[in-house]
């Protein structure tokens, strides 16, 4: 799985604890994990160590954690989830807040897991129409007066040829609609081309720049 999407497991396990802790929220916050036990039947069953202190850590046996950190002698403590090895950041947590993530922990990795699962298939799709995009410009641009280079990102190639005059084409090439592009891109080129070179002044091509507050002409 690439960095990016990596990272939108760990927003989305984030944004999870987030809402537990916005509606479980206490200014003065009190855990006491004596109440497991009492409450949920439960034990404790690892002792973990790291750089927030000791803590427990109460697993459902599917690979998903539920675990509180104890941070020093402070009375805060740091609640947390662990869903395939993904992790929540710690947060300042109160009874109730470990409470909902035990109680909620196997929804959370059932919704966690089609997230991912989606993820991972949309990845594969990207990944096809990298390789299709990179194979169709080997193709189009051999035996072209061009230079050029392709810069990757998650959502689409960008292509970059090298016009006279100093001018640099960039060409954003998406993966969802790479299909309709392709056909036209050598066209596309050879228009700029021709207005590059009748071109008396330099002519610099970008991309217009987001929130730009553009004047417009009364």
């Given at each position: 799985m690439n960095y990016n999407n990596a990272k939108k497991l760990e927003k989305f396990l984030e944004d999870k604890m987030r809402k537990i802790y916005d509606e479980t929220h206490d200014i003065n916050p009190n855990l006491d994990v004596s109440f497991i036990e009492k409450v949920k039947g439960l034990k404790k069953t690892d002792v973990n160590h790291g750089?927030?202190?000791d803590g427990y850590a109460f697993s459902n046996g599917i690979g998903c954690q539920c675990f509180v950190y104890f941070k020093g002698k402070e009375k805060r403590k740091s609640v947390g989830i662990s869903i395939d090895d993904i992790h929540s950041n710690g947060w300042y947590g109160t009874v109730g807040m470990l409470?909902?993530?035990m109680d909620e922990m196997d929804e959370i990795a059932k919704e966690f897991r089609q997230f991912k699962s989606d993820l991972e298939k949309q990845e594969k799709i990207d990944q096809i129409a990298k390789n299709s995009i990179k194979t169709w410009l080997k193709a189009i641009l051999k035996n072209q007066p061009y230079?050029?280079?392709a810069s990757v990102s998650d959502?689409?190639?960008?292509l970059s040829i090298k016009l006279k005059n100093r001018i640099q084409l960039d060409i954003p090439i998406y993966y969802k609609n790479f299909q309709?592009?392709?056909p036209e891109l050598l066209n596309t080129?050879?228009?700029f081309e021709k207005m590059a070179n009748e071109s008396k002044i330099k002519v610099l091509i970008s991309n217009s720049a987001v929130g730009q507050k553009w004047i417009t002409g009364e």
């Open positions: 750089w927030w202190g409470h909902r993530c230079s050029y280079y959502n689409k190639i960008t309709k592009i392709m080129i050879q228009q």
